[in-house]
């Protein structure tokens, strides 16, 4: 049988898994104080809804639960129709929805005795059937000619007793163990709701009127805590995951009223600047992340199809063009982009949470045009057998079970059992995305559209720095974009993150982003990024901004120290003043602001007052870059540097490409850069693939190099080294500088 989905989609469909779980720890929460279990021994009924739902679950015995299927999925050909065939495609596109595998629990070949209310209630707590209810309730409703188990009855049934535990369980356990966990705190609760609220619609024929009614009861007062508690503010990803829950208990629901909250809900977090920046970015922690902005970009994705709301769809065009202007495509066909801005995550915007491969740039691209060049269109033949493709793939699932814990085999079907009930953040292993949302809330004519854009020969197809003509864009003072014949540049100008005591996060040292106004890329066609801004990070006991590599870090900032070794940078201005004027093609763009007296875990830095300013000016044949400082004279400096970040390769990926040569040009002749100092240096030579880039002075300055490469060693491997200009200028020994400066100029060699 043919494998259902291709080898590398299935590892990327992995890939993300395993990194949407191995997430930064500054993006875990503290762990909720013990007990850490809410337990009981039998289902709650505190209220009338739990004592009906309890008593319709006495009454169904273990046949109820028993499928009568014994064929598995067929192979069978569907009616050609190309809107219908891509739909399919998109199914096949991620692993989800899980019906087996180690992966997911087996909602469909688990023993029916495991759903009876005595399985489920026993003298060591509540037990939960292994089944997920919306992977279940999928297989139930999904119309394919060769799907066995197409409005079954016991499977919706299977689906509805687990969420009844799931359910009533929760709402005990908020209400008299609230400190175990979720307890006002919406973006720990609406995950769950997801798997409670999105099969209802689905299984709810399955179950008598007064059960309905019942069940729906208790979604509303979920539904009700989400709407009150509003969104939580410590991080976007896990916020922006309420508007989904919510659209589903609206739907099941049916109550006009409630869905009007949910939607003024949903536009109030959306549209806040507070929360989503005017430039297209989730605000977090007063900066962003455009890594764990993928997660984000995966629920808004979700909500934008399932609502058809406006707002959602602007948020998701507004957020994908800012990606697509800020990853920036190498001459080998590779993409990369700057991170040095983002609050935690050091890899850019091309290597960010919860792509599930390209399932949801797939998904993001049937809301906007913005991320049609992130997909490309497959052939006929794949088309046609998508659908065929993805009924194997589920008989796979169901024939590969869950690893029992002693020993480590594949359990048989009769060995399954249920598990404790305890509340989780994330239910599934595979999080909340056990349904395949582009699949499901498809929009009509998705297809004729692409088609179209083909035809056309559209230049959204295409990375923006490959699309005919030049551009001058920005984005609401956060970021300025420019691209012309020769080169193509990124300004970063906006605001960085800033740590908050209150937030409850596990603390971390290091920054929350390296900003200040920094030329975050420069890009030529021959070369792809000779400079590009990097950051290590705060993902702890892997990589981290370490302070005393400091003259390593990968940015465009002015850097130095105090005598006695106390670090300070201008990449730690969190909110610079920002002036532009753009005309045309051509602009210049100011930042200025005062270098805090503490940073990086220091109380205190500096004495006096260290005023900075730099100004790019963009034209169509360079870039130039004059940076000032100005003193109250209160400081002695031990070293002080304009710093320009060399992107080498990315030593995994480009593992076979000679990395950035670095040359300083003295009267003589060029000459291979060093780290020991070099006097008269009126330029540096970046030579990268099949071209160059030179950084002209305005006058003769002391260059050398970082002492080390600077090498990124979580979910990239970026390779960077540090040019590090003089700026104090006495021969290596301190001074008191009133003022400093520096000025030069950036252009591709001829």
């Known amino acids: 049988m043919t494998r259902p989905l291709p080898f590398l989609a299935v590892a990327w469909c992995l890939r993300a898994v395993v990194l949407g779980a191995a997430a930064p720890a500054t993006s875990v929460p503290v762990p909720p104080p013990t007990p850490a279990v809410f337990q009981r021994s039998t289902l709650p009924e505190d209220h009338p809804y739990q004592k009906i739902l309890r008593d319709y679950l006495r009454t169904l015995p273990a046949a109820d639960f028993e499928l009568g299927v014994t064929n598995a999925f067929s192979v069978r050909p569907v009616p050609a129709d190309p809107e219908a065939d891509y739909r399919h495609y998109l199914l096949t596109q991620m692993l989800q929805p899980l019906v087996g595998t180690k992966r997911g629990y087996p909602a469909i ?89 999105h099969p209802f619609p689905t299984v709810r024929d399955a179950v008598p009127a007064a059960a309905q009614q019942a069940y729906l009861t208790g979604l509303r007062k979920m539904g009700r805590r989400l709407l009150d508690w509003g969104p939580r503010g410590e991080e976007p990803q896990l916020d922006v995951v309420a508007p989904v829950s919510l659209w589903y208990v609206s739907r099941a629901l049916g109550d006009a009223a409630f869905a009007q909250e949910v939607e003024t809900y949903a536009r109030r977090l959306l549209t806040d600047e507070r929360r989503f920046h005017p430039a297209g970015y989730f605000v977090d922690r007063g900066g962003l992340d455009l890594g764990y902005a993928g997660q984000a970009n995966f629920f808004t994705s979700w909500l934008a199809l399932a609502s058809h709301w406006p707002f959602a769809t602007n948020v998701v065009a507004r957020a994908h063009r800012l990606r697509a202007h800020l990853c920036l495509p190498e001459p080998d066909g590779r993409t990369y982009g700057p991170s040095h801005f983002q609050t935690r995550y050091s890899a850019d915007a091309w290597r960010d949470q919860w792509e599930w491969g390209r399932y949801r740039n797939l998904a993001a691209s049937l809301v906007t045009d913005e991320a049609a060049y992130l997909v490309t269109t497959p052939d006929a033949v794949v088309l046609t057998n998508a659908a065929a493709q993805r009924a194997g793939f589920f008989n796979e699932q169901i024939r590969e ?70 551009f001058l864009r920005e984005f609401a003072g956060a970021f300025t974009v ?69 003259r390593s870090w990968p940015i465009h900032a002015v850097s130095g120290c105090r005598p006695d070794g106390r670090v300070f940078t201008t990449g730690r201005i969190q909110s610079p003043r920002v002036e532009s004027t753009v005309n045309g093609l051509a602009g210049s763009v100011r930042v200025s602001g005062t270098i805090p007296r503490g940073m990086l875990g220091q109380p205190k830095v500096l004495d006096g007052r260290l005023d900075y300013a730099r100004t790019f000016t963009l034209s169509p044949a360079e870039l130039r870059v004059e940076t000032t400082l100005q003193s109250t004279g209160q400081d002695a400096l031990g070293e002080l540097y304009e710093t320009l970040p060399v992107f080498l390769r990315e ?61 990124d060693t979580y979910l990239s491997r970026a390779s960077c080294r540090t040019v590090l200009i003089d700026l104090l200028e006495n021969q290596d020994r301190p001074r008191v500088a009133r003022s400093a400066a520096v000025s030069y100029r950036l252009r591709a060699a001829q």
Not at 176 to 185: I, K, L, N, W
Not at 440 to 466: I, V
Not at 653 to 673: C, H, S, V, Y
Request: hydrophobic share 40%.
């Open 482 to 550: 420019a691209k012309h014949t020769n080169y193509a540049a990124v300004l970063h100008t906006g605001p960085v993150g800033a740590p908050g005591v209150e937030d409850g996060f596990l603390p971390l040292p290091g920054p929350y982003g390296l900003g200040g106004g920094q030329l975050s890329a420069f890009w030529t066609p021959a070369t792809g990024s000779v400079l590009l801004d990097r950051r290590g990070g705060m993902t702890k006991d892997k990589n981290m901004d370490n302070l005393e590599d400091w």
């Open 401 to 470: 079970n869950a690893y029992l814990t002693e020993p480590r085999r594949m359990a048989r079907n009769e060995e399954l059992g249920n598990h404790p009930w305890k509340f989780s953040l994330w239910q599934s292993y595979n999080f909340p995305a056990m349904v395949s949302f582009a699949y499901e809330h498809y929009p009509a004519g998705a297809w004729a559209h692409r088609q179209k854009l083909e035809r056309e020969q559209s230049p959204l197809l295409r990375s923006p720095f490959l699309r005919e003509g030049a």
């Open 651 to 711: 030593s995994r990926e480009q593992a076979k490409a000679a990395p950035t040569q670095i040359e300083f040009r003295r009267p003589q002749a060029w000459a291979a850069a060093g780290t020991n100092w070099t006097e008269q240096v009126s330029a540096v030579r970046l030579t990268r693939f099949g071209g160059a880039v030179l950084v002209e002075f305005d006058r003769p300055r002391r260059v050398k190099l970082s002492p080390a490469d600077w090498e």
């Open 109 to 197: 070949n688990a023993p029916a005795r495991l759903f009876v209310l005595k399985e489920l209630e026993t003298p060591e707590g509540i037990k939960r059937p292994p089944v997920w209810a919306e992977p279940a309730a999928f297989v139930a409703a999904w119309d394919y000619p060769g799907n066995p188990y197409r409005q079954s009855r016991a499977l919706k049934l299977r689906a509805f007793v687990t969420m009844c535990v799931h359910l009533t369980m929760l709402d005990a356990q908020l209400e008299h163990a609230p400190e175990v966990g979720a307890a006002g705190r919406s973006d720990w609760l609406a995950p769950t709701v997801i798997l409670l609220a």
